[in-house]
């Protein structure tokens, strides 16, 4: 029996790519294999695949690839569904993964020896991993009149490159537990044993790396290109002779060019970004709750409830679901939450994402938030995938950029690579907006500022395990206090990973670092 059309759509900015490409050097293009280019050719339902579980395409490496329609708004979600093996423990409720902002599910499995969400499904949950609207692979609706008869999944993979051939993982195993287990769920962290991260130091370049730091992320690359003609002058004009004079002018030439053309290709983003009209409020509102009812309807759960776990902005979601079930008295459909590396207070830290306050008096100055930046949208993926070559190779302009991610030897060269080409999408100004309140006082607020997340924390019943990584400098472990001390001391478990002499864990090593698993149990 053939399936009735739908509408599908691709979304995100990697659907609507230009021809131009980010700046890579030879070596970082050859590593990064049989890239999901926005010009593939769609790919088809299977005759035995239904609306809600289209052909998996190769970068989903899930047993199975689900879409959950928004009613409404017009998107249908990713749900990438890690069913635990027949000799796993069984589970009483099923797991949601939820990711930071601007970020897909391949941030929650890097590869087959570091995936979170594997790990999770071998301890025996039915594992889902959300990707809300704008991220991975979830697309629009939208009726196409060129559609003969058919349903077409086109590449919405928001930059999504498989870093080898072999980046498809499928389970040995793909039987439902079933049944039910005792009343305790235990949450475990998954780790990687692998050689540590390589760096190294260019005391040359550390002068335009200086120059690189002062730099806006939105840009003024006219007057860093005229500051690095300038440096390249007195290279040339200096007593430096020989193969090192040579080899330094050559650098910079590289660089002056690479900036070149960085530039036009951000450009060229920007343009493709006025489709990006959402903000945190749309993922708390539409985009979770639907979700969740989708996964309720497709696992086997003892009372309705799902355990979730959320990384960065993905914890910040569960905190605002919580805070929300508190202020209207009614129970929440969350059985036990544990956050990453989230909070809804920054205002005691010392974030390295202050640098966004700004931005939060303009977002309650405009009347149209996007307006403080000036552009509807920010290409993430695409920003950090131009400047990653320039922090983890010479001259190391961004330097500064490889702490952001992951603290020294907690994630394996190759992974930190593939979390950054792949791991990003394009973020709203809006949603960036939003979450800059968090840095106010008060804390993160609804769209019209008339509510505060961390208000009625002090009301929730769910039980709360709250993370947060030594050498964090994204949501350093005084921010994941601020919020974990709201909530009831009775529901709530605080802990901070790191030694004093190591290991470290920075913001992306509680989802991917290094180490023996571990437990951890509510």
């Not at 499904?121 to 009149?145: C, H, K, P």
């Not at 690189?212 to 007593?239: D, R």
């Not at 009812?293 to 910040?316: F, P, V």
């Not at 601020?482 to 920075?506: C, D, M, N, S, W």
């Amino acid at each position: 029996m053939l399936l009735q059309p739908i509408p599908a759509a691709l979304a995100g900015a990697a659907a609507r790519r230009s021809s131009g490409e980010p700046p890579f050097s030879p070596r970082l293009r050859r590593r990064v294999l049989s890239p999901i280019r926005a010009d593939s050719p769609p790919i088809p339902l299977s005759a035995s695949a239904s609306p809600s579980r289209p052909a998996k395409p190769p970068v989903c490496t899930a047993d199975e690839l689900h879409y959950a329609p928004v009613d409404g708004a017009g998107w249908c979600l990713a749900l990438w569904r890690y069913r635990p093996p027949g000799n796993a423990p069984l589970r009483n409720h099923p797991l949601m993964l939820l990711s930071g902002v601007g970020t897909n599910a391949i941030g929650f499995d890097l590869s087959p020896g570091a995936s979170f969400a594997r790990h999770m499904s071998s301890q025996g949950f039915d594992t889902w991993i959300v990707e809300v609207r704008g991220a991975g692979l979830s697309m629009r609706e939208y009726e196409n009149s060129s559609a003969s008869g058919s349903v077409t999944i086109e590449d919405a993979s928001g930059g999504i490159h498989p870093l080898d051939n072999q980046s498809t993982f499928e389970a040995a195993s793909l039987q439902n537990s079933g049944g039910y287990a005792s009343d305790c769920d235990d949450l475990g962290i998954v780790a990687l044993d692998e050689p540590p991260l390589l760096a190294e130091l260019s005391n040359f370049f550390d002068r335009i790396s200086k120059l690189m730091e002062e730099a806006v992320v939105n840009g003024n690359f006219h007057e860093i290109t005229e500051k690095v003609s300038v440096l390249s002058e007195m290279v040339e004009s200096s007593t430096i002779i020989g193969p090192v004079r040579e080899e330094s002018l050559r650098l910079l030439k590289n660089f002056q060019d690479q900036l070149d053309s960085w530039e036009r290709f951000v450009s060229s983003q920007m343009d493709l970004t006025s489709e990006y009209n959402w903000d945190f409020d749309h993922y708390l509102e539409e985009d979770i709750p639907a979700a969740v009812e989708y996964i309720r309807q497709h696992s086997k759960t003892k009372d309705g409830k799902l355990l979730a776990i959320g990384h960065s902005m993905g914890g910040i979601l569960l905190y605002a679901m919580l805070s929300r079930s508190g202020f209207e008295g009614a129970p929440s459909n969350l059985a036990a939450i544990v956050t990453l590396a989230s909070s809804v207070d920054y205002t005691t830290s010392n974030s390295s994402l202050k640098l966004l306050l700004p931005l939060a008096n303009e977002f309650v100055c405009q009347a149209h938030p996007a307006q403080a930046l000036n552009v509807p949208a920010v290409p993430l993926g695409t920003l950090l995938a131009a400047a990653y070559p320039w922090a983890s190779g010479p001259p190391y302009l961004f330097s500064w950029l490889n702490p952001q991610i992951s603290a020294q030897d907690m994630m394996h060269p190759e992974l930190l690579s593939k979390l950054v080409f792949n791991n990003f999408c394009t973020v709203p100004a809006k949603v960036v907006l939003q979450l800059t309140t968090a840095f106010r006082e008060g804390g993160l607020c609804n769209r019209n500022g008339t509510f505060s997340y961390k208000d009625h924390l002090r009301e929730c019943q769910t039980p709360v395990l709250a993370l947060a990584g030594d050498k964090d400098l994204i949501c350093p472990p005084e921010a994941v206090y601020e919020t974990a001390k709201l909530i009831p001391k009775h529901k709530v478990k605080y802990r901070v990973f790191g030694e004093p002499q190591g290991p470290h864990y920075a913001h992306y090593d509680l989802v991917g670092g290094r180490l023996e698993a571990r437990n951890m149990k509510l």
